[in-house]
């Protein structure tokens, strides 16, 4: 027993009726069954070559050692190899710094706006104690 779908690529009552309902709901879907239509018999095919070209690619290696590697690869000339890795390693000592003066002045911010916060809040006090208090009598 072999499996078929009910909907084949080909001009059929039942394609065309989804094709013109996709355009209707949202076109992309009848231009995607559009594509199904004309070119759907050849879809396995297609993905077939594609991936057997994949295969044979030399991206293929580079991109696979970009996933599988945390840093970056080792390029074959020891020096440079060396020297990346003392600059990478410069770099991150910057960075450590940079985060560190950074918290510093986050610091320096949240207690100038209490400073802030504190004096007008002073200053309302001071005002509220100077007023006269509101004869209440009726």
Known sequence: MTATSVIRP??????????????IVFWPLGLAMLAYILWGDRFQAMARDA??????SPMKGTFCNM????????TGNV???????REIKRIEEERAKLDVMRSEFDSYLR????AKDQEEFDRFMASRS???????AG
């Open 111 to 114: 207690e100038l706006r209490r």
């Open 79 to 85: 020096a440079f190899d060396e020297y990346r890795e």
């Open 51 to 56: 991936k057997a070209q994949w295969n044979a």
């Open 10 to 23: 080909g001009w059929s009552p039942a394609t065309i009726a989804l094709m013109v309902l996709g355009f």
């Open 67 to 74: 996933t599988t590697n945390t840093g970056f690869s080792r």
């Open 130 to 136: 100077n007023r006269t208090p509101v004869d209440v």
